[in-house]
């Protein structure tokens, strides 16, 4: 299986996160931090899923001068957060602060790696053009690609997009940027807020490096279970014929 599948501990308490991080054990081994738990817990949530043995995406979609990112970029670093995310629409000074604050940080152990947000999942294009100011007929994809080629000439390490655009990005880019996909629902599960979602197959297919997924997993009757059919529809996916490496 080479996509990284990721969960995210929406929540609003340490111990309502770690009870998901303990409940799904080897099941998973990499969890999003977003703005809601992180504001409420702070720091001590990421050191915490960290001496679990889990790794941390710490998703806190950095939008600010330089110097402030590079800053923050590299607290989380320091913090322990294996992957940062940072908005690409802060432009090319901003987006190199953000990779030279994660180059410098680098320990003994694995890099912090800086993703680009391209697009969020939660826009479609009439919702795009009205927050952006372009004009009605705005491609989604084509936005996404533009940024895609701002940061990877920028130094960052990925893209957060969703599964529609990924596509365009690889053949756009090519492997240049590692591409991080949120909005994974399960077949048959409602798509909540996110506009752009996709199945773990379908993103995978997409040429995914990570996945995210939120509550079709947390929200689950029973969150092993809705796991492991992540699991066996990631590895399925990358056995059939055709399939394409993406790390």
């Not at 998973?28 to 001590?44: D, N, V």
């Not at 987006?95 to 680009?116: I, N, S």
């Not at 084509?142 to 895609?148: F, N």
């Not at 590692?178 to 040429?207: F, H, K, N, Y």
């Amino acid at each position: 299986m080479s996509v990284v599948p990721i969960v995210a501990l929406d929540v609003p308490t340490s111990a309502s996160a770690l009870a998901i991080v303990e409940e799904l054990g080897a099941r998973c081994r990499f969890y999003k931090i977003g703005g809601e738990l992180f504001t409420a817990e702070g720091p001590p949530i990421v050191r915490a899923v960290r001496e679990t043995g889990a790794e941390v995406f710490l998703d806190l979609k950095f939008h600010d001068i330089p110097n402030t990112v590079r800053s923050a970029v590299a607290s989380a670093a320091r913090l322990g957060a294996r992957l940062v995310t940072v908005h690409a629409s802060g432009g090319r000074a901003m987006l190199r602060a953000a990779a030279a604050a994660a180059a410098t940080t680098a320990g003994t152990g694995a890099r912090c790696r800086v993703l680009a947000v391209s697009v969020l999942t939660s826009l479609d294009a009439s919702a795009l053009a009205e927050a952006w100011g372009r004009p009605a007929t705005v491609q989604v994809d084509q936005e996404v690609v533009r940024l895609a080629r701002l940061a990877q000439s920028s130094g960052i390490d990925g893209l957060v997009c969703s599964a529609m655009e990924a596509a365009a990005v690889r053949r756009a880019l090519g492997g240049g940027l590692e591409l991080l996909i949120p909005g994974i629902r399960l077949a048959g599960s409602g798509s909540d807020d996110q506009i752009r979602v996709a199945t773990p197959a379908a993103a995978a297919a997409a040429g995914a490096t990570y996945i995210v997924i939120g509550r079709a997993i947390t929200e689950a009757p029973d969150r092993r279970t809705a796991m492991d059919a992540v699991l066996d529809e990631l590895n399925s996916s990358s056995s059939a014929p055709g399939s394409a490496a993406t790390n």
